[in-house]
C-alpha cells in the first residue's frame, strides 16, 4: 500500500538526481572492472613466482591471500553498483510521482486562490493540501484567510479530487522511494562487509606511499592510459569527504580553494557598481582570466563555459550590495521576530524566497548551492558558517572556484556526463549553463532563455578570454 502524503514528506525527491546516481554506480563498475584485471596477474604471481629466503613463507602466504582479496574486492563494488542502479530506477519513478503530485497541488493553490488570499505567515507558509483540509473543516488557521467567512461548497468537489490526486501521487512517490532506499542501504551493507578494512597501525596521519616512492609514481603514470582508471568525461580525482559538522568551520574544501587562490593574481569585482554593460563584462573577464582558467583547470570544466556564465552573471540584475539587502530582509522574514506576518517567499517582487537561496557573488551563486560545494550541510549551517559561506561566495577569486565546481557538479548530473570536458559541444555547454540557472526547473521558460543568451554571448566571454 502506497498511503496518502504530503509535499513536505518528498520534498527533498526535487533535490535528488538519478542521474548522478547511476553515475556512481558507474564509478563501482569501473573498479569491479579494474579489479577483475588485476586477477589474473594476481594468480600468475602465485603460481608462477619461486622466492627462496627465510622469509619466504610470509611472501608466499600473502601470494596466495591476493587472488582472494581482490575477487572479494570486485564482488563487494559489484553488488554496491547493483544497489545504485536499482535505486536511481527506482528514484525516477519517484520523481515522476512527485511531479504528477505538484500539478495536481498547483491546480488546488489556484483553485483555493479564488477564495480569498492568505494574510497570516502561517497561512503563507502551508502547502495548499493543508490549506484546503483546513478550509474544508473550517476551523484553524485559515479560518483567518483573508478575514472572511467563505463559502467552500462550489469548490469542494472539485478540490477534494484535486486533494486526493495529489495526496495520492505524494503517497506512490513516498512509497517508492523509502522501499528502494531501504533495499540500497542494506545491500550496500553487505557490499561494504566484503572489502577489507586497511589499519595503519601506530595511529597518526596515514603515510604518502605515492609520493614517498617512486616507482609506485611512475606505475600511477604508466595506469593513467588505462581507460578504467577513471569514468569517461570525469575531472581531476578527488578526496571524498562528508559534510562537515557544526563544529567545523573551516571545510577542507573551502580551505583547498583558499590555498589555491593564494597564488592567483588580484581579481575584480563588480560589487558596487549597479549596471554592467557588455564592455565591462568583457573587461572583468579579461582581468580575471587567470582566475576564471585556474578555476576551470581545477574542477574540470571547458574555460569558455565558465566564462560565458560568468559573462551571464557579472553584474546582472543586481550588484552585490543588493544581493547583501536581500539576503538581509530573507532572513529577517525568516526569523520568529522579524518580518511577521509577511513569509520571506512573499515579500515583494525580488525579495521573495528563502534565505538560503540568495545569490551572492560576480558569478552568482545561491548560498545552499555554495555551502553544498564548499562541504556544509546546507541544512543544519551555523551562523559563522553560513558567514564563511557568503564571504567565500563573495570573494572574487574564491567566487570562480565555487562556480567552476558547481558547473562540475551540474555537468555530472547530465546524460553527457561520460563526454570529456573538450569535447562539449555548444548545445551540452547550454544546457550546463540553464541548469545553473534553473536547478530542477532548467527546462522550464526563464532558464531555457537564460541558455539562450548564453549560447549567443558564448563567443565574446571565449574573445574576453584571449
Known amino acids: ?14 533535490e535528488c538526481s538519478p542521474t548522478l546516481v547511476e553515475r556512481n554506480a558507474a564509478e563501482f563498475r569501473r573498479l569491479r572492472d579494474l579489479l577483475v584485471q588485476v586477477e589474473e596477474p594476481a594468480r600468475r604471481a602465485q603460481t608462477r613466482t619461486r622466492w627462496q629466503s627465510d622469509g619466504s613463507h610470509t611472501y608466499t602466504a600473502r601470494l596466495a591471500e591476493a587472488p582472494l582479496l581482490v575477487t572479494q574486492m570486485a564482488e563487494g563494488y559489484d553488488r554496491a553498483a547493483g544497489a545504485l542502479h536499482a535505486y536511481a530506477l527506482a528514484l525516477t519513478t519517484a520523481k515522476s510521482h512527485y511531479g504528477n ?36 473543516a473550517t476551523t484553524g488557521f485559515l479560518d483567518g484567510l483573508a478575514e472572511l467567512t467563505m463559502d467552500v461548497d462550489d469548490i469542494r468537489e472539485e478540490a477534494d479530487r484535486l486533494h486526493g490526486e495529489a495526496g495520492g501521487s505524494f503517497g506512490l512517490a513516498k512509497s517508492a522511494e523509502q522501499e528502494a532506499r531501504s533495499a ?61 559538522g557544526p563544529d567545523t568551520l573551516v571545510s577542507p574544501q573551502l580551505r583547498d580553494i583558499r590555498m589555491r587562490v593564494a597564488g592567483l593574481p588580484e581579481a575584480a569585482d563588480t560589487y558596487w557598481i549597479p549596471n554592467v554593460t557588455d564592455g565591462m563584462r568583457a573587461e572583468w573577464i579579461s582581468q580575471n582570466k587567470a582566475v576564471l582558467r585556474a578555476a576551470a583547470a581545477h574542477a574540470g570544466v571547458p574555460e569558455d563555459l565558465l566564462a560565458g556564465v560568468a559573462w551571464q552573471e557579472v553584474g546582472g540584475w543586481q550588484p552585490g550590495f543588493a544581493d547583501d539587502l536581500v539576503g538581509a530582509a530573507r532572513e529577517q522574514a525568516e526569523a520568529p521576530w522579524g518580518l511577521s506576518p509577511v513569509s520571506a517567499h512573499h515579500l515583494p517582487d525580488r ?18 548551492r555554495g555551502a553544498e560545494v564548499l562541504g556544509y550541510d ?17 570573494d572574487p577569486k574564491e567566487n570562480a ?24 559541444t555548444e548545445a551540452q555547454k547550454r544546457e550546463i549553463a540553464a541548469r545553473y540557472n534553473g536547478g530542477p526547473y ?25
Open 184 to 244: 540500497c542501504v542494506h545491500a550496500l551493507k553487505q557490499a561494504y562487509e566484503l572489502l577489507p578494512e586497511f589499519v595503519v597501525r601506530g595511529g597518526g596521519a596515514r603515510p604518502d606511499l605515492y609520493a614517498a616512492m617512486a616507482d609506485i609514481r611512475r606505475e600511477g603514470a604508466e595506469a593513467r592510459t588505462n581507460p578504467l582508471t577513471r569514468l569517461p568525461g570525469s575531472g581531476p580525482k578527488r578526496e571524498m569527504t562528508a559534510p562537515v
Open 351 to 368: 525579495l521573495g524566497g528563502r534565505s538560503d537561496e540568495t545569490s551572492y557573488g560576480p558569478i552568482a551563486i545561491q548560498l545552499r
Open 1 to 14: 500500500m502506497s498511503g496518502f502524503g504530503h509535499r513536505g514528506d518528498v520534498e527533498f525527491l526535487e
Open 378 to 394: 546546507p541544512e543544519n549551517l551555523t551562523e559563522k558558517q553560513r558567514g564563511l559561506v557568503e564571504q567565500a561566495l563573495q
Open 401 to 424: 572556484f565555487v562556480a567552476g565546481a558547481y558547473l562540475a557538479q551540474i555537468k555530472a548530473e547530465t546524460s553527457f556526463a561520460d563526454v570529456p570536458a573538450d569535447q562539449l
Open 101 to 136: 503530485g505538484k500539478r495536481s497541488e498547483r491546480a488546488l493553490a489556484a483553485l483555493i486562490g479564488t477564495k480569498g488570499t492568505a494574510i497570516t505567515r502561517t497561512a503563507q507558509e502551508a502547502e495548499p493540501m493543508r490549506q484546503w483540509e483546513d478550509m474544508r
Open 442 to 466: 532548467w527546462d522550464l521558460g526563464k532558464a531555457q532563455g537564460y541558455g539562450d543568451r548564453f549560447a549567443d554571448d558564448l563567443g565574446r566571454a571565449r574573445e574576453a578570454l584571449r
